[in-house]
């Protein structure tokens, strides 16, 4: 009577287990085929190497990519989502395999409840020949708990760990996903694709997301998206979606090459180098679902498809807030010469982000900025004596920086100069506080003080597109495709 009310228990158990978290798991093998229009982003802007990240979905699909293809092996359902985790330890791997997440999940409670082992749970492994999902049984590592090589559940391999292994929890259940033998990182995918994919429960984001180690300690989200829905999410952190529709598809169309050149397309995952591309504004801001305006939407809908080309290639339309009246050539800034990166004048940025500004420091400030370029560059200048610029480029902005001190003497060179003293941009003079009330007259000299002090126009590194510039030009009347042409050499819009 004992044995029997366990057995029913367990059933219940199963059922319950099956029904709340993973329900309708069975999928077919048709891939959903989405071609080369697909991008990699690096969430690492919030995200980068986090102990664990949630999905908030309460349904979710998961599966792989496979050459560009997509193929779901499971649908997870939990009230309160997932988390995924780095997988720590070493397992025991049973022999045998499952098609489905619920058919291992049964074998693994009912393993549990006989009590051959209390540690086992599922681990998805990966697709087989047919790109359906495989499922084994995995239990934390102990020579005790091997089970009889007679036993249906024999031990194939012992001792698996992975700086690859993936721990996702629903609620109190976990199964582990062993991406060192899948050799992709697992996907997710909202069941309802229009209400995207939830994450740390801030933001939804549309196409799937991906999650894993990529050789780090813990784990960062990769959303993998369609090229324009992730212009959607784009555009608008960039540029004010309230400007005229011709500075929004100028930027629309930068950013679409700017995305493509970056991170090149496809969708599959690469479980060490997991992405190219980020939402940081090292290379373009992203923000998702949450940023997406009707203005916007419309000007990357108008522009679908169409890129910017040099001599028939995608090229990196770089682009900035400000260019103070003038922008720059690469090679001033970066160090390598591009052919579609040249200076031209911005004699539309009337209306610009970035005003004129001043900047105000002590010698002790400066000789704290310095620290780091002194050791870099094996010098010793001791008191600050005269800051001056010995060099410029046709824009007005400082190529060569001298620093004189009591020791000695320091020089910074291009982007150098920008990142030492965190300036706005490098299209700058330098005064002494004395020289910069003799050359300003009327200048306030209570509203900037210091020793030192930088008067500079512009915001960014001046290079490519000016956004208050297109802003302009839009505002003239010139279409985005004049815009984009005026701003980058040689180039077509197509």
Partial sequence: MKKGRIIVKLLIFIFIFEAVFYKDSQFLNA?????????????????????????DNQAIKIGFSKEDNYYPTDILRGNKGISISRAYGSYNVYGGSFPSFSKAASEAASLRASKKSLTVVPALVGLDRNNRGVWKLYDVYSTENVLNTNDVYSMKLKNKSSKYLLAVTIGSSKFLVDVDEAGAN????????????????????????????????????????????????????????????SALKAQAVCARSFGAAVSGFGSDSD???????????????????????????????????????????????????????????????????????????????????????????????????????????GKKIGNIEAIKVIRRSKSGRALVVKVTGSLGNLVLKKQEIRKAFNLYSTKIKIYTASDFVRNLSGWNEDSVKGDFIFSGSGYGHGVGLSQSGARGMAEAGYGYKKIIMHYFTGVEVH
């Fill in 31 to 55: 891939a959903v085929s989405e071609g080369q229009n697909m991008v990699r982003v690096g969430l690492t802007k919030e995200y980068f190497n986090k102990t664990s990240i949630s999905i």
């Fill in 271 to 377: 479980i060490k180098k997991g992405y190219k591309l980020t939402n940081t504004i090292s290379h373009q801001s992203y923000g998702g679902m949450k940023v997406e305006t009707k203005e916007t939407d419309k000007a990357v809908k108008d522009t679908e498809n169409e890129f910017v080309t040099y001599k028939n290639r995608v090229v990196k339309t770089t682009y900035f807030s400000t260019s103070g009246g003038y922008t720059e050539d690469s090679e001033n800034v970066w160090g390598g010469k591009k052919h579609w990166l040249r200076a031209v004048p911005d004699r539309y940025e009337n209306k610009p982000e970035k005003k004129p500004w001043k900047m105000g420091f002590t010698k002790y400030q400066l000789s704290a900025m310095l620290k780091s370029y002194e050791a870099i560059k």
């Fill in 186 to 245: 697992s996907q997710f995918e909202a069941v309802n694709k229009a209400e995207g994919v939830s994450v740390e429960g801030e933001n939804r984001y549309r196409g799937r997301i991906e999650i894993g180690t990529y050789g780090k300690s813990g784990v960062t989200p990769v959303n993998v998206i369609n090229l324009e829905d992730y212009i959607r999410g784009s555009v608008p952190m960039e540029m004010n979606h309230t400007w005229h529709i």
